[in-house]
Every structure is written in C-alpha cells, then in structure tokens.
C-alpha cells in the first residue's frame, strides 16, 4: 500500500466520505485523530486538516472534550440537503448540450452492478451504489466541482436513508436510475431532468413515510434501539 498516497489530506477526505455513502461508517461515530492518524501512517496534524475540512463541509462536527463525529442530521437537515440535490442535478441535466455514448454505456454498467448488490446481502455495496449513480452522472457530464458538492451532499441523505430504506425500495430506486438513463440516451434531456426531480422526491417522500409511522424516531436513535419486528413482543 502507498501510504504517500493515502496520507494526503484529500484522500483521507474521500476514503471517509467513501466509508458514509456505503454505510461503514453511521451517524453519530467517533473519529479518534490518533486513530485515523495510525490506519493512515500519517500525522494527526494531517488528519485534523482532513476532519476540519469535512467540518466544514457539513459532514463531521467536534465536541469539545470528546472529538470528531460524524453528524446526526435532522430530518429537517436532511430534507434540505435533498432539495440541494434535487436543484444540482436537474439543473445540470437541463444544461448539457448531448451525453456522450460513453458516459450512457458508464452509467448502464453502474445500474448493473446496483442490481446485483441488491440481489447481494452486503447492503453497504447497495447503498454506495445508489448514492454513488448520481455522483458519477454529474462527474460524467463533466462537473467535477458539482460532482464533489453533490458526494458531501448524498452522504449526509444516506445517513439517514441508510436506516429507513429497504430492499423494495432501493429496487424503485435502481428501476428509476434505469429509466433516467434511457431518457439520456434517447436525447430527452428535459424528460430526464424531470424524473430526476421526481425521483429524488420519491425517495425522500419514502424515508418520510417510515419516520413519521415511528413516533418514537428521535429517541429510537439516541438509544440505539432497533424497532420492534411484527409479532414479538417489547422488553418489559
């Protein structure tokens, strides 16, 4: 392994962000620097740089005493994250002139492999793989820059998205991925851009769904606790 490489501050960025989109790394986890400083062969000074700059960018906070941790977004926080999304990939769908075959011929390679993690049991190669579509669209048309801003972006809806969807509904989700792509490819960018925006909203209006027919969301995830299957019954 090149520690020179994974030393650099960015990449430790990444590898963090990485570690959130596929579900590795919850809401709520602790970053020790001396932690990351050792995984890395790096300086805690290098990765307290890295942690800042994630700080900065929404995605960790620190507590005074306790250290980094990965946020605990709020619904709320999460919606607008959404809306922020929904705005960079629609806008971005609706100003590219033509999407080259390669990039069609990329993006249908990606479903194929979301399907196949759904098909799987390793739900974190899931929930990488659906967030990660967006990404790799937006860095496909050529938007490095919004890409980067759209990554921070669906990691923090993953936080949250990653407790609340289901097989079902990251299977609707490939399917509209799907259907995004053909529009792409058949020239109707407008139509694309369309369903992006309906998409995202399909997906946030399903994570609304489970959390409002749990009334005990918020405490459930200050406890830790897994809600109650059907048919068992609580502790007493």
């Known amino acids: 392994m090149d520690h020179s490489v994974l030393s650099a501050p960015p990449a430790i960025d990444r590898i963090i962000i990485d570690a959130i989109l596929a579900g590795r790394i919850s809401a709520g986890t602790r970053l020790g620097e001396q932690s990351l400083a050792t995984l890395f062969a790096t300086s805690r000074t290098s990765v307290r740089e890295a942690l800042i700059r ?4 929404g995605i960790v906070h620190i507590s005074p005493r306790r250290g980094w941790f990965v946020i605990e977004p709020s619904w709320e926080e999460a919606q607008e994250a959404f809306q922020a999304r929904c705005a960079i990939e629609m806008d971005i769908l609706r100003t590219v002139a033509t999407v080259p ?5 990329a993006l249908r390679d990606h479903i194929r492999q979301e399907r196949a993690a ?26 490095r820059i919004l890409a980067d801003i759209l990554r921070d972006l669906t990691a923090r809806t ?75 019954n609580p502790p007493r």
């Open 54 to 57: 994630l700080e900065a960018r």
């Open 101 to 105: 075959s390669a990039t069609i011929a």
């Open 118 to 143: 759904i098909a799987g049991d390793d739900v974190g190669l899931r929930s990488y793989l659906l967030g990660d579509f967006h990404v790799c669209m937006v860095e496909a048309l050529g938007n």
């Open 158 to 232: 993953v936080l949250i998205s990653a407790l609340y969807q289901s097989t079902h509904d990251a299977t609707e989700s490939c399917n509209e991925h799907q259907q995004i792509v053909d529009d792409l490819a058949a020239g109707d960018l407008d139509r694309a851009a369309a369903l992006m925006v309906a998409h995202i909203g399909n997906v946030e209006a399903g994570l609304t769904k489970r959390i409002d027919t749990d009334p005990l969301f918020d405490l459930r995830q200050a406890l830790r606790i897994e809600p109650t299957r059907a048919g068992t």
